[in-house]
């Protein structure tokens, strides 16, 4: 048994091993660096919210009445849920008599995402009232000042966040044309921090990534590079503009790597960090310690992989804490599931819908998962040890989702959130998952509707741990003339390794 037992373990190992990356100066920064985004729990995480939550004062601020609210969306990020959070949202909410003084779009603005940060009872309750007070800011196609696109397109933000992450058709297409008639020749608007907001707002309104305004924004970006990585507003490359810009990229939903136009390092996740004190604490710039409270949340909120707003207020009024996953904050099999691409990335598409996103949530970024547990590494694909869950997230009103493991249909769900739990018998092997999601016709009958569902839970029911389910794929092909397939597909690759079975 010892001896079986040392073979495994040297066979593991050495597949392990193979799957990393060579180490080469191309990648070494890749080596050197965690991999984008930062789970929650990364110590580079930890200390920053640490040094945030050292800061906190009495009434429960922190840094101040404007940056607590960053710091709030900061929290949020992590899906923290400790006293210091709840302390903070106390003082945002008494705050409100303060702000009443204010008549600065922005002022309010931030302050509404500070709030939702924390979406709670207390936090809807407030929905109406802060719902109104926005509005007073809008007139003449825009929000706030006619010159400033600053309040536009944090109007943008906020009205995605109390508005259940829709905006009303007609709005969104004026402040659309609000912001695109100030783009300039250079593809920006006129600084880094502004054309990341533009692309981040224009992203929610219905601009795809590939349009000539957006493309235009990202090559402005790209000539304000620095060599560190950074990215240069104000004369230097600083933590605020780095920031904002990998938040408007990650809009994108393409994978950090292919935000980085340097084929050399250092990269805008390599000047973040070095901008890292060993307090916790993010300085403005390498040689200044601008405002360190701000500074942090801004590169907290980028480092976990996040755009905004960072959280919206659901339209039910279950208590929840920080971003849509619910789970998150779950122990056991509950892993980081909130990385980037938990980000708010439903955009408002021209029939006043939201247009669906739908993908592979996790496993995705490289590392290896062991029974469901992350560990950063650096390997040629994700690596999968064990019992591992496929989660998928999407935004679309779905009826089923099917997933297939190397061409075969291995898990059908029907009920979000949509996940499967994969454990093979075989050792090694290399797999393919495929996800499809599906919508019942619109034309079907109550009746036929309700027999499809019924019919494909028995399946589910029958075929349970089979590996081929060969029941559930008679049903899905039996009714496939019911069901609408459209976009909803995604693809992973991984390796898989049971050290169990040999």
């Known amino acids: 048994m010892q001896k079986n037992n040392l073979i495994i373990l040297i066979i593991v190992s050495s597949f392990i091993f ?35 939550k050292n800061q906190q004062q009495s009434d429960g601020s922190i840094g101040g009445l404007s940056i607590s ?15 210091s959070f709840d302390h903070l949202t106390d003082y945002l909410l008494s705050s409100i008599e303060l702000l009443n003084e204010s008549e600065k779009a922005t002022d309010w603005q931030r302050h509404i995402l500070g709030l939702a940060a924390r ?20 007139s003449n196609n825009q929000f706030g000042e006619e010159n400033n696109i600053y309040d536009d397109c944090f109007g943008v933000f906020s009205l995605a966040c109390l508005k259940n992450n829709t905006i009303n058709q007609t709005v969104g297409t004026k402040i659309k044309q609000t912001i695109l008639e100030k783009q300039e020749d250079n593809g920006g608007w006129n600084d880094v921090d502004t054309t990341a907001l533009a692309i981040m707002a224009l992203r929610i309104i219905g601009i795809t990534e590939d349009s000539d305004a957006i493309q235009s924004a990202v090559d402005f970006l790209k000539d304000q590079q620095d060599d560190n990585g950074g990215f240069t507003s104000w004369g230097a490359p600083n933590t605020a503009s780095t920031a904002w810009a990998i938040s408007a990229l990650t809009t994108l939903n393409t994978s ?98 939201n247009q669906p996103y739908f993908y592979v949530h996790s496993p995705r970024i490289t590392g290896i998962y062991i029974n469901d547990r992350f560990i950063h590494l650096s390997t040629k694909k994700p690596l999968l040890i064990g019992s591992n869950t496929f989660i998928i997230h999407t935004n679309a009103t779905l009826d089923m989702v099917v997933f297939s493991i190397n061409n ?10 949509y996940r499967c739990t994969y454990q093979a018998d075989k050792f090694v092997q290399h797999l393919h998952l495929y996800v499809h999601g599906y919508k019942i016709r619109s034309n079907l009958t109550e009746q036929q509707s309700n027999e499809w569902i019924v019919q494909i839970k028995q399946a589910k029911q029958q075929s349970k741990n089979c590996y081929y389910n060969s029941t559930l794929l008679k049903k899905l092909n039996d009714f496939n003339q019911w069901l609408i397939l459209e976009q909803y597909t995604d693809h992973q690759s991984y390796w898989y390794v049971n050290p169990l079975k040999t």
């Not at 193979?18 to 180490?23: D, K, W, Y």
């Not at 407030?126 to 719902?131: A, H, Q, V």
Request: aromatic share 12%; charged share 20%.
């Open 119 to 138: 979406n709670n009872s207390r936090i809807q309750q407030k929905k109406p009232f802060l719902t109104e007070k926005l509005w007073s800011f809008y």
């Open 256 to 353: 950090m790597n292919e935000f980085i136009w340097n084929t050399s390092h250092p990269t805008a996740l390599d000047c973040l960090l070095n901008m890292q004190k060993s307090d916790g604490s993010f300085k403005y710039t390498e040689s200044s310690h601008l405002n360190p409270e701000w500074m942090t949340a801004y590169a907290i909120i980028a480092l976990r992989g996040k755009s905004f707003p960072v959280t919206i207020l659901f339209s039910d009024e279950k208590e929840t804490h920080g971003s849509s996953d619910q789970n998150d904050s779950k122990e056991g099999t509950e892993k980081d599931e909130d990385d980037k691409t938990e980000q708010i990335d439903s955009f408002q598409n021209n029939t006043n819908q």
């Open 69 to 83: 609210s960053w710091v709030a969306m900061a929290f949020a990020s992590v899906n923290d849920t400790s006293p």
């Open 408 to 417: 075969q249909v291995y898990h059908i769900d029907n009920s979000h959130p």
């Open 18 to 52: 193979l799957s990393f990356e060579p180490f080469t100066e191309g990648n070494a920064s890749s080596m050197n660096n965690p991999t984008f985004p930062l789970p929650k729990d990364h110590p580079i995480i930890n200390s920053a919210i640490s040094y945030l």
